[in-house]
């Protein structure tokens, strides 16, 4: 079976840093671009960070852009979100999503979703 689950989420205080991981098993994640998402209560999904399978080229949304950081590890079969400073707007349910082209960076439709990962930021 396919399975993409992240995990490393939970509550920080404001400034502090956690780093999610988005594993996935049943398929090789080298092959597949990844997009980190969240959704905070009351809010629509946003897009947060992608990094492509081929010369893992990232993205960042504006919101994020120099605190968070996507990284890969193919012999883990996981891609990190290093996030650092982080803000209490950054609370939300953080979601790993992985898509079949190994070029193409962020996606419109993704081929497999993680369950997410509660993140909190509050002092």
């Known amino acids: 079976q396919v399975h993409l689950v992240e995990s490393g989420g939970g509550l920080v205080q404001p400034g502090g840093s956690l780093r999610l991981s988005c594993t996935a098993s049943?398929?090789?994640?080298?092959?597949?671009?990844i997009g980190w998402f969240r959704q905070a209560p009351g809010k629509q999904r946003e897009g947060v960070s992608c990094i492509s399978a081929t010369y893992s080229r990232t993205y960042y949304s504006n919101s994020v852009e120099g605190r968070f950081t996507v990284s890969r590890d193919n012999a883990k079969n996981t891609v990190y979100l290093q996030m650092n400073n982080l803000e209490p707007e950054d609370t939300a349910v953080y979601y790993c999503?992985?898509?079949?082209?190994?070029?193409?960076?962020?996606?419109?439709?993704?081929?497999?979703w993680g369950q997410g990962t509660q993140v909190t930021v509050s002092s």
């Open positions: 049943g398929f090789s994640l080298a092959y597949y671009g």
């Open positions: 999503a992985a898509h079949a082209d190994p070029i193409g960076l962020c996606k419109v439709e993704y081929d497999y």
